[in-house]
C-alpha cells in the first residue's frame, strides 16, 4: 500500500516537473519571438532613417522633456551619443522656447510650467527648462513689457540666456532679444533644395525693436 502511494506520489512530481519543463520551454519561445520581433522593427526603423533622415523621429534617442535636457547638458543617459544635426535642432528648440516665454511675459504672464510643446519643421517637440530660467525670464520679461528700454532688465535677461547656454555647450547668441540688429547674424546659405531646420525660426513679434 505505502509502495503504491510513493510510486503515485513520484509520478505525480514527476508530471509536475515536465509540465513546468513545457512551461518554462513555452516561455523562453515566446521571448525569443518578441525579441525577433523587435530587433526587425529597429532594424526596418534605421532602415526608413537612413532613406529620410529629415524624418527621423529618433534624433534624440526617444528621449523629450526634461530627460532630454539633462541628457544634453551630459547628466543623463551619458552613454547616448547625439549628433551634430540633433543639437542644432535642440538649439532651436531652446531659443522657440526662449523667445515663447518671452513673449508671454509681454502678455502679462506671472507663472509658467517649465515644458512646453515647440513645433519645428520637422514636429513637434516638448521642450523643457529649469524653472530658475523660466521664472527669471517671466521677471524681466514683464519689467521689460512696461519699460522696454530697461538696461537692468535686458542685462538680466541676457545674462540668463548666456549661463543657459553655457551649461547646455552652445555659444551663447549675439543678439536673441533683438535689441541690437547691428549684431543680427547673418542667416546661413542653405543646400539646393534643402529646406533646414532654421526656416522655421520663429519671427519676432510686432515691438521686438523694443522688447523682443
Known amino acids: 500500500m ?29 521571448e525569443e519571438k518578441k525579441r525577433q520581433i523587435a530587433a526587425e522593427k529597429a532594424s526596418k526603423n534605421r532602415a526608413d532613417q537612413a532613406k529620410d ?3 527621423s523621429d529618433h534624433i534624440f534617442h526617444d528621449l523629450e522633456g526634461e530627460a532630454l535636457f539633462y541628457a544634453m547638458v551630459g547628466e543623463y543617459h551619458q552613454e547616448l551619443e547625439f549628433s551634430e544635426d540633433a543639437r542644432k535642432r535642440f538649439e532651436l528648440v531652446v531659443r522657440k522656447h ?20 515647440i513645433r519645428t519643421l520637422r514636429g513637434p517637440v516638448r521642450s523643457w527648462l529649469p ?19 530697461d538696461e537692468k532688465a535686458v ?19 549675439n543678439d536673441l532679444l533683438g535689441l541690437n540688429d ?3 547674424p547673418a542667416p546661413a546659405p542653405e543646400a539646393d533644395g534643402q529646406m533646414t531646420e532654421h526656416n522655421d525660426e520663429p519671427k519676432r513679434p510686432p515691438g521686438a525693436d523694443g522688447f523682443m
Open 155 to 173: 542685462q538680466s535677461i541676457q545674462g540668463t540666456i548666456d549661463r543657459l547656454y553655457m551649461q547646455l555647450g552652445y555659444q551663447s547668441p
Open 98 to 117: 526662449i523667445l515663447e516665454i518671452l513673449e508671454r511675459a509681454k502678455e502679462g504672464e506671472r507663472a509658467l510650467d517649465s515644458e512646453t510643446t
Open 131 to 149: 524653472q530658475d530660467v523660466v521664472g527669471s525670464l517671466l521677471i524681466q520679461g514683464n519689467i521689460l513689457a512696461t519699460d522696454p528700454k
Open 53 to 55: 533622415p529629415s524624418k
Open 182 to 184: 547691428d549684431q543680427a
Open 2 to 30: 505505502h509502495g503504491l502511494l510513493l510510486v503515485t506520489a513520484l509520478l505525480t512530481l514527476a508530471f509536475l516537473i515536465y509540465g513546468l519543463y513545457q512551461l518554462n520551454q513555452r516561455v523562453m519561445r515566446l
